[in-house]
């Protein structure tokens, strides 16, 4: 997968978690615990629900219901998609572009504090995304932090103050159907990267070996 690697932090992105209803006149989004309530997620994502025919989306959903499992160590925040229409990057010589994204922090909520951490996440997700599907030139992921005021936690406003990261997919396609088929490729290749991520987090690293 081709992966943006250059790390930075969106300071317009901040916000708190959980956060509140948005305020946009169209598709306005509301905050849901998925791990609180993950029979939400096929319910309640309202970019989401219009494609869940196609199989993008529903490999979107089986990503969602398993990085917000009970005995998982991670979380997500939020997401936003929007379907293929005319691609305007040269560099993709497709004529369809369909591009969302996806929020997630650590369930440990004290450990978002650390910005060492964070940026370890950061690039664990970049290293495992880049070895999947090297082949594969059709779709690209972007990856930034986000200043997030974790509420639930003790302490004065600036005590509370971590890091989210927020990763932006775009796939490409010659047509509609071949977009899509290459956003359920690029989705299963994100799936088998947070795979990777989590199991990294329990200390079951990736290997490289001499060819």
């Known amino acids: 997968m081709l992966v943006v690697s ?3 932090i969106q300071e317009s992105a901040s916000r708190s978690h959980p956060w509140g209803k948005t305020t946009y006149t169209e598709n306005a989004g509301e905050y849901f615990s998925f791990r609180e309530r993950p029979e939400l997620i096929r319910e309640v994502l309202e970019d989401f629900k219009p494609f869940e025919s196609q199989d993008a989306i529903q490999k979107f959903y089986e990503l969602l219901e398993w990085l917000n499992r009970d005995d998982g160590v991670l979380e997500t925040n939020d997401c936003f998609f929007r379907p293929p229409a005319e691609n305007p990057d040269d560099q993709f ?64 406003r600036e005590e509370r103050i971590g890091l ?45 070996r001499q060819p």
């Open 93 to 156: 010589q497709l004529t369809r572009k369909t591009h969302g994204r996806i929020e997630f922090f650590i369930r440990k909520l004290d450990a978002n504090l650390s910005a060492e951490a964070v940026h370890w996440l950061y690039r664990m997700m970049s290293l495992y995304l880049q070895v999947e599907r090297p082949d594969f030139h059709c779709g690209i992921f972007d990856i930034a932090a986000a200043r997030t005021d974790y509420i639930e936690l003790p302490g004065e």
């Open 164 to 208: 989210r990261l927020c990763i932006y997919f775009n796939a490409y396609g010659n047509g509609d159907t071949n977009a899509w088929d290459n956003l359920e490729i690029a989705i299963q290749g994100l799936f088998n990267a947070f795979k990777g991520l989590e199991a990294a987090i329990h200390g079951d690293f990736l290997k490289f």
């Open 6 to 8: 250059y790390y930075e």
